[in-house]
């Protein structure tokens, strides 16, 4: 943090080092991070549309999708939102720069990173389709689950596979 003198301080006090770093480095960072969670949502409503397709779109389920899908587009805007919120930080620090000694002289302290370049946006990513999505269907169209097995059978195929791999572990040389 940048400690200005009573005589560098002037109506506006801002921190320009921390201007740059959240508008170049911070805000983008969680833009990226929330554009994965945005990520993970689309495939796990993917997922819940395909099983409710299995068990005949229970409404349940279909409102259940609903919320899903514009929690999901909420997340996605706030991508966009901290994508505006960086560049926006960046421009008013650039202002104070051009028009202020002492923001220039803090500003030309700064590394290369903090300096240089526009700041990163993070693809927004896309919000699943609700009319394709919330469509009542019969599950037809999605893998079948697997065929359920006696828990003895289970079991024994389990540790047949398990013998498999340990007959494949190749013995440490002496």
Known sequence: M???TP?????IRADIETM???GRILLPERAEALAAVAERMTDVIGTV???SAQMGDHRVLIDVLDMAIDCQAGVARSVLSLNNLGAAVVAIADSFVARDEFAASVFNRLS???RTGEPPQTPVPDAPNKDSVLNEGDGSEYEENPD????DEEREDRDRELEDRQDNVPLPEA
């Open 49 to 51: 549309n395909s099983r």
């Open 148 to 151: 359920v097995q006696p828990p």
């Open 20 to 22: 740059y770093r959240s």
């Open 7 to 11: 005589a560098e301080q002037g109506e």
């Open 112 to 114: 290369d990173e903090l």
């Open 2 to 4: 940048t400690d200005y």
